[in-house]
């Protein structure tokens, strides 16, 4: 935790669960067993895309485990991106492998989503992992919302009967991070309302909230005068903001007005350094986990 109590410090969180995934993995070495191996397949030349797959690249030595990535043209076809998925399907080294999203507007993102085999379907957005998680069975676990859940729970944030508002329903965070918060045991058990573009009277419901995560999309969305005294607030959003005042001629923010908020809330994550690192160490632990089952 950061020597403010206020702020959620993502990164030591996530270090201190790559000490921890950095120790299977040698573990896994001295028995003689290979170290687990992460592939990712990025399509065109995205910025933010080839900075997080980079991180991700980085995350993964820094634990031990072999990683290699595919780098595409923007023009690759649908039929080359599913022969590499098929090759990675059958790969043996490969434990496994995300695709990186966006894609380019010509591929179909369901359809790709739908080639990866389950098995090593390591950022869980496959509908056969998605199913899994809905009915609270075993799967991986979509990175980022397990990167919340995790964060509340190292953090000491209590969920159980706790009111939580979401803000985004994507199949990446909002609608995922609903069923997990909501589901039986410890990390859950909490009363989830899931809020949209299309929710009447947002400040009404997001005032009631013990704890706020908000995954919408827009810079500074979240103001203090929708957050009650005391609640806790995740942010998941990043944006890059020209700022020509700015050493690097841009800021980063997130959906949430941190400063304003930040005097209301008993906890907050900061935007960097609060969510992000958090879905790259689930990535890796996911990776582990699928490495595992194999061996």
């Known amino acids: 935790m950061n020597a403010d109590n206020k702020i959620i410090d993502g990164k030591a969180i996530a270090d201190a669960m790559k000490k921890e995934i950095a120790a299977e993995v040698a573990a896994m ?23 997080y797959v980079s991180s991700k690249e980085k995350a993964c030595h820094s634990v031990g485990m072999t990683s290699s990535v595919y780098r595409l043209p923007e023009k690759t076809s649908e039929k080359e991106l599913f022969d ?7 790969d043996d080294e490969i434990d496994g492998y995300i695709v990186q999203l966006p894609l380019p507007k010509h591929i179909d ?8 085999m389950p098995s090593k379907d390591v950022d869980g957005f496959t509908p056969y992992n998605i199913g899994l998680m809905q009915l609270g069975l075993p799967c991986f676990l979509p990175a980022t ?54 929710t009447k009277n947002l400040a009404e419901i997001t005032r009631r909230a ?8 827009k810079p500074l969305f979240l103001k203090a005068d929708m957050v009650k005294e ?16 700015a050493e690097k001629g841009y800021v980063i923010q997130g959906d949430v007005d ?3 908020v930040y005097k ?20 890796l632990y996911n990776t582990l986990q699928a490495a595992k089952r194999k061996r």
């Open 109 to 116: 993102e369901t359809k790709v989503t739908q080639a990866i």
């Open 258 to 260: 941190y400063d304003e």
């Open 264 to 283: 209301v809330a008993s906890k907050i994550t900061p935007v960097p350094g609060g969510v992000g690192p958090m879905t790259i160490v689930s990535l």
């Open 145 to 198: 919302p397990f990167g919340i859940v995790e964060l509340l729970k190292r953090s000491g944030v209590e969920t159980e009967g706790k009111h939580v508002v979401v803000l985004g329903r994507s199949n990446i965070v909002g609608t995922p991070v609903s069923v997990m918060l909501s589901r039986k045991g410890k990390g859950g058990d909490a009363t989830v309302t899931l809020c949209h573009s299309k």
């Open 84 to 90: 590499l998925l098929d090759f990675l399907n059958k």
């Open 29 to 51: 070495l001295d028995k003689g067993i290979e170290a687990p191996h992460l592939a990712a397949v990025i399509v065109g030349e995205d910025g933010a895309s080839q900075t």
């Open 230 to 245: 005391g609640a806790v607030v995740i942010d998941v959003g990043i944006h890059r903001i020209a700022d020509e005042s």
């Open 210 to 217: 013990d704890i706020i995560i908000v995954a919408i999309g």
